[in-house]
């Protein structure tokens, strides 16, 4: 039983910055990969990046250079920084986990998403 808990969303003016959360809680023993994705309006979710013990990477070609992924591993928390927002950048943002427990596995967490508007 694992929870995501999303946070820092809004409504922004194009060439803002945001800042989002994702803690993660519950049952897992450690943690593969933190990821975030975005899903526009009628279109599909897109794999904005991801993080592991190897490093992080942005893969929207348009968000690289101003986006970049971050964790505090002492609170299970992974972080979107987004710089120099574009309205192309709307869209509900979803942290999604891959972790183990304690008896090994693979697991999948989703959290509930947060909402980014950037107006022009």
């Known amino acids: 039983q694992v929870y995501l808990e999303e946070s820092g969303g809004g409504l922004v003016q194009a060439g803002a910055s945001l800042m989002l959360s994702c803690g993660a809680s519950?049952?897992?023993?450690?943690?593969?990969?933190m990821s975030w994705y975005r899903q526009a309006p009628g279109n599909e979710r897109l794999l904005v990046g991801d993080?592991?013990?190897?490093?992080?990477?942005i893969h929207i070609n348009s968000a690289k250079g101003r986006f970049t992924i971050s964790t505090d591993n002492a609170k299970n928390t992974v972080y979107l920084r987004m710089n120099s927002l574009k309205p192309e950048d709307t869209a509900v943002y979803y942290c999604?986990?891959?972790?183990?427990?304690?008896?090994?596995?693979?697991?999948?967490?989703w959290g509930q998403g947060t909402r980014v508007t950037v107006s022009p």
């Open positions: 999604h986990m891959n972790y183990r427990r304690s008896t090994g596995g693979n697991f999948v967490a």
């Open positions: 519950g049952n897992f023993a450690g943690i593969d990969v």
């Open positions: 993080i592991t013990q190897y490093g992080s990477r």
